[in-house]
């Protein structure tokens, strides 16, 4: 028992020579994230306050896709969306289509606490958010030179870049890494509970490199890209499309509730099951236990447990199992 | 070969006062999208095709709400959702806040067929279905005289606003009362029942290759906010498909989702190892906590399943070897 939490900055096909420039300020962004959560966790805030500010910190990073940051649309505008999920209570909120809001994920949590709904989108959430008074910022905010060239690089790549189920006609399946080697990246998220054994889990993204206007991804589908239970809280992230279908979040709990497994087997099958390179999460169990696991090369990701047990890491170390990077803590 | 089973569902929560002539109306629209998809099942159509015609047919009928007949926002307007899940691959397709397309539903096929994406909403969804040339209509054509009234209704009512959880004063919720002489107090997504459109549609089939499909179409709850998603599209919660069964669900929304009902008569069948109409209860028993739905479901081997915790489900199944059934209430 006790405390715990994880937090991931996306997960994809990263190359090991990804620059500097563009490794350090997200390692030291999971970094002081980590330390900000546990710090909450050890003045014994509540698990959903936890995700929610460690979400809210990640979303102000410009070196994420979330909030400030965010990844744009065809159109060239940013449209991001966030879920939280309370896992005793199985509160949840979401949202989609946001385009002033600063924090995605707090108006999130509005919806859950304020409306008798779970899921506002597009202008009814953008109108929900001024009756609540949220902070907004002009569109610019978000939109950073990183991503104005990850758009213009993609458009010129005439790719669709998320479109790996079906290749474009006179294509061959693409799988190439993109240009900068992590555009697929960046969604955040953040699970935790607490002392009291609250569990909470928060996700939220700028959605993919021009995907088109009104598309939705997992991370605001309740049972996709984020849930939590009485039992563990999962935040997700990779091919959105995939996350949908695997129902990978509810998935790993289900295996717990259903099957009996422990966590860390709940989420290894689950990330197993889906096809390599789309796939990664971060959970904690109601017992204290962390699991951090994807099928992709790489996880931005980081943990850490009232035993003491802390990591922050991108690629995951050669000869880790056939079924991609696992990281995997147990609380004793 | 395996053999084809069908289930087709117009909601979940139904005012146990409907008058008689409104209830032999629901079942004659439920016999007859019935009727067409079996039609189509015993003609060796898939699973995938025949959910989606037969949701159709569904969405086109005034009766239900979904398509034409659709709930409306506190605005007024019209936005629909709808899904759709291939069980084989476990594709799918999404929409919502759409507000002039036709039929909703196969906007979702073609999202799932056509676009890179699993969902799209709103404009992108509207510019989508304009890209693919589908029937679209002015938003006048889903609204209904029968809507107008009852949005009327549900503003005095002055519900929906307010945390539904809580009962009305003097009221009690749905099930407790079911069976009771008096059911002016029942109260469902925060509406009293004799407001509250249920009327979301949906369909789960299996054909004779033993592939599964459901789909899910609805105009959401009367007097809803703009903006609002309810779990009508979303995958595995209103709608769900894969190997083991297809599961299409309706009733209060939020606790659908709470609860990722679809997909959980799937695990619980996968994980559990239960058969299709035990995983089905136990959904409904363990699954819903205080909020009020049904769903329908087909196994892959051809069984048909249906279940709700509320007043009344409008339904219909049929099964290969002759079974059919059209029916509302328990």
Known sequence: MGWALALH????????????????????????????????????????DVVELVVRELEDCPHFNAGRGSVLTAAGTVEMEACVMEGATLRCGAVSGLSTVANAVSLARLVMERTPHIYLAFDGAEAFARDQGVETKDPSHFITEHNIERLRQAKEANRVQIDYTQPLKGQQAQKETPADGNSQTGTVGCVAVDAAGNLATATSTGGLVNKMAGRIGDTPVVGAGTYANALCAVSATGKGEEIIRHTVARDVAALMEHRGLPLRDAAKRVVAGAPRGTVGLVAVSRGGEVCMAHNTTAMFRACATEAGHAEVGIWTDAGAGADGGESVSAAL | MARWAIAIHGGAGVDPNLPESRQDEAKRVLARCLQAGVDMLRAGASALDVVEAVVREL???????????????????????????????????????????????????????????????????????????????????????????????????????????????????????????????????????????????????????????????????????????????????????????????????????????????????????????????????????????????????????????????????????GFMEVGIWE
Do not use: W
């Not at chain 2, 929409?95 to 397309?101: D, K, N, R």
């Not at chain 2, 890179?116 to 006048?140: I, K």
């Not at chain 2, 059911?183 to 469902?188: C, F, I, N, R, T």
């Open chain 1, 9 to 48: 900055g996306g997960a994809g096909d990263v190359p090991r020579t990804l620059p500097p420039e563009l490794r350090e300020p997200r390692l030291a962004t999971l970094r002081r994230c980590l330390d900000l959560g546990a710090a909450a966790l050890r003045d014994g805030r509540t698990a959903l």
């Open chain 2, 59 to 321: 969405e086109t009928d005034p009766f239900f709400n979904s398509g034409r007949g659709s709930a409306l926002t506190r605005r007024g307007t019209v936005e629909m959702e709808a899904s759709i899940m291939d069980g084989r691959g476990r594709r799918c397709g999404a929409v919502s806040g759409v507000s002039t397309v036709k039929n909703p539903v196969s906007l979702a096929r073609r999202v799932m067929d056509k676009s890179p994406h699993s969902y799209l909403a709103f404009e992108g969804a509207e510019e989508f279905a304009r890209e693919q040339g589908l029937e679209t209509v002015d938003n006048s054509y889903f609204i209904t005289e029968d809507n107008v009234g009852m949005l009327k209704l549900a503003k005095e009512a002055g519900s929906i606003l307010f945390d539904y959880r809580i009962p009305l004063a003097g009221t009690d919720t749905c099930s407790a009362l079911a069976g009771a002489d008096n059911h002016k107090g029942m109260v469902m997504n925060g509406l009293p029942i004799s407001i509250y459109a249920p009327e979301t549609v949906g369909c789960a089939a299996v054909d004779s290759s033993g592939f599964t499909a459901a789909a899910t179409s609805t105009g959401g709850l009367m007097n809803k906010m703009t903006g609002r998603i309810g779990d009508s599209p979303l995958i595995g919660s209103g709608t769900y498909a894969c190997g083991a069964c297809a599961v299409s669900c309706t009733g209060e929304g939020e606790a659908i989702i709470r609860s990722t009902l679809a997909r959980d008569v799937a695990a619980v069948m996968e994980y559990k190892g239960l058969p299709l109409q035990e995983a089905v209860d136990y959904c409904v028993k363990e699954r819903l906590d205080e909020g009020f739905a049904g769903l329908i479901a087909v196994s892959s081997t051809g069984e048909v399943a249906y279940g709700f915790n509320c007043t009344g489900m409008f339904r219909g199944c049929a099964t290969e070897d």
